[in-house]
């Protein structure tokens, strides 16, 4: 599902923030990316997103070197392909639930299909606040929503970064689980960047990322 | 859910300022549009007003208020010319036909005009009901007059004298009206026609003596003369041979109009500047929206991004708010336009002045959008053109 061979990225030329020579993910697995603050966890995140293009290496994603697309197709097939979850579970605020879903669709240049937004509102049990603006919706409701969102598409990879972090106990196990569960009901590879410890006993493989080089060198 | 869709959203969801982009834009469409709509519907009525009259001949004065008097009857004539003068004039060479105007009293606000039936041949009258006059105290109405003062066949009246309601009435001269005319876009519409005879005996009031007659016969005047000319060439010589060889004055329509409408065209632009600014004004406000739209958005924007959407779709998302509010500003900008001139157009009935359609709306008047979507476009294009370049991933990044 993931392949990611001899990458370096660094910002303009400057000093690498990302080192990393190998790393596979098999489809349907699940993998945390783990290290300390500002070790590149997000950087790798948005690599394997196509938000960043690495300064050498190759990132390859349901066989597609990423590297090779052009920008706008990079985009489609991020869209088409990659579901991303973010750390605020952020919605679009001027749209409905059920809007949200469907500009996914839209922005990734597929068919809007409401049965489809429905189904899958339905499995994440926010079916009932289809027609709600998110600052109508609860936390929790809206963390299903943005799940909700992030897989309407079909896609095989899920990518959460720091989904948990500024979650209590309770709501951390919740979010989890609805990750894992989804992820598993539809078939789809879930990586998470989280320097969460409560999220180890959940997942059980890691990649750990080492401290950042530059950091390292000092 | 299309990116017009979301945009839409987008300005929905702040009402206040939608409000204040889209009213700034319809002024600004709404003063231009207005002088252009009055500006065409004055223009073509004057020269309605004006055809066929290729010289407007009177007392001495001035010719611009010669010509509003003689032909606009929107002025009081500059005065009277003898009756001897209308002979003189008609037999020159140069001069195809003279229709001789007697303008002295009025009704209800509206001209009496003692003339010949060619005056109603001119502006292509037809008669709606009745027949023209022939003989005095008989009167035909244009059909606003009718419609004003309700009257019709077989109704009486007198007129009273100058133009101002209320003024001495001339009681014992009983008009008759013997037709009724249908509109015809013209002055001929606002006054009332009736034989030069019937002016002169309201005046001259019922002599019997002869002799006295004759007198005051050989004294009797007409106020205007309008003159077609029998071939161009008259152009060159008539208005000189008048002005000079005569204590009559003589003004072309063409050439006053024209004078006349460069100093209103002052005006014009002064407002259609002032549209203008307002316009630009608009530009910024919409801009400075936009460009707050990119800081607050940045991270939906970024969010769009990650849902697949390319950085085209993030431009064109900004490039549709602005162009939705043109559209807006712009439809309600016309609609001021109309509203604004079917005021002046109220008022201007209410001064028995120059009618004005205000609801004639033509196809082009859609070139009035132009503005407003190069005011939407200009203030734009920097947003969107920055919204497409912004780096996504830093802005994830700083918010996570």
């Not at chain 2, 003189?88 to 001789?100: E, M």
């Not at chain 2, 050989?218 to 041979?241: G, S």
């Not at chain 2, 060889?245 to 500047?273: C, H, K, W």
């Amino acid at each position: 599902m993931i392949r990611v061979e001899q990458v370096r990225f660094g910002y303009n030329g400057g000093a690498d923030v990302l080192r990393l020579d190998e790393f596979a993910l098999e489809p349907e697995s699940d993998v945390l990316v783990v290290g300390p603050s500002g070790c590149g966890k997000t950087t790798l995140l948005h690599l394997i997103a196509g938000l960043l293009l690495p300064s050498s290496g190759k990132v390859v994603v349901d066989g597609q070197d990423l590297s090779e697309l052009p920008a706008p197709e990079r985009d489609r097939f991020r869209g088409r392909h990659i579901g991303i979850v973010l750390q605020q579970f952020h919605l679009l605020p001027t749209l409905t639930a059920l809007q949200n879903l469907l500009v996914a669709q839209s922005v990734a240049g597929l068919p809007v299909d409401r049965s489809t937004a429905h189904t899958m509102l339905r499995a994440l049990g926010v079916e009932d606040r289809l027609n709600a603006y998110p600052h109508q919706l609860s936390v929790g409701q809206q963390q299903r929503v943005a799940i909700a969102r992030a897989l309407v598409n079909r896609p095989k990879l899920l990518l959460a970064d720091e989904p948990t972090s500024n979650l209590d106990d309770e709501a951390c196990e919740a979010v989890a689980d609805l990750l894992l569960s989804s992820t598993r009901q539809h078939a789809v590879s879930l990586v998470i960047a989280t320097h969460d410890m409560r999220l180890k006993a959940k997942i059980p493989r890691q990649l750990a990322l080492p401290r950042r080089p530059a950091q390292s060198m000092r | 859910m299309t990116l017009l869709q979301l945009a839409w959203s987008y300005l929905r969801a702040r009402p206040l300022g939608t409000l204040l982009n889209v009213v700034l834009l319809a002024l600004g469409v709404g003063t231009i549009g207005f002088v252009l709509i009055v500006d065409k519907q004055v223009g073509s009525s004057l020269i309605r007003d004006a055809q066929g009259i290729d010289l407007v001949v009177g007392a001495k004065g001035s010719p611009i208020q010669l010509m509003l008097s003689g032909i606009f009857h929107l002025d009081v004539p500059t005065g009277n010319i003898p009756l001897g003068s209308v002979q003189q004039l008609a037999k020159d060479p140069l001069v195809k036909r003279v229709i001789p105007l007697c303008i002295a009293d009025s009704f209800r606000g509206f001209w009496i005009i003692g003339t010949s039936p060619d005056y109603i041949d001119l502006y292509h009258g037809q008669f709606a009901a009745g027949r023209a006059w022939d003989n005095r105290m008989q009167a035909v109405l244009g059909s606003t007059v009718a419609s004003h003062t309700k009257l019709g066949l077989g109704d009486r009246f007198v007129g009273s004298h100058g133009l101002a309601e209320g003024g001495p009435v001339h009681g014992d001269s009983v008009y008759t009206i013997v037709g009724v005319l249908k509109p015809t876009g013209t002055v001929l519409d606002r006054l009332v026609l009736v034989n030069p005879e019937s002016v002169w005996f309201v005046h001259e009031g019922n002599i019997t003596d002869p002799e006295e007659r004759a007198v005051i016969e050989a004294e009797r005047q007409v106020t205007i003369l309008l003159v077609q000319y029998a071939t161009p060439l008259a152009a060159v010589t008539l208005p000189r041979k008048i002005n000079s060889e005569t204590n009559m004055q003589a003004a072309s329509p063409a050439y006053e109009t024209a004078r006349l409408f460069r100093m209103i065209g002052v005006g014009a632009d002064v407002i259609r500047a002032f549209g203008g600014v307002v316009l630009a004004t608009a530009a910024l406000s919409l801009f400075i929206a936009l460009y707050h739209a990119l800081n607050e958005r940045a991270y939906d924007i970024a969010v769009l991004r990650t849902l697949g959407a390319r950085r085209s779709s993030i431009a064109v998302m900004l490039l549709l708010e602005a162009l939705i509010l043109a559209v807006l500003g712009g439809l309600f900008g016309l609609l001021l336009a109309h509203g604004l001139a079917a005021i002046l157009a109220w008022w201007m009935v209410q001064q028995e002045s120059i009618p004005i359609n205000a609801w004639a709306v033509s196809t082009k008047e859609l070139w009035l959008l132009v503005p407003s979507f190069v005011a939407a476009l200009l203030a734009a294009l920097l947003p969107s053109w920055r919204a497409a370049q912004a780096n996504i991933s830093a802005t994830l990044a700083r918010r996570a």
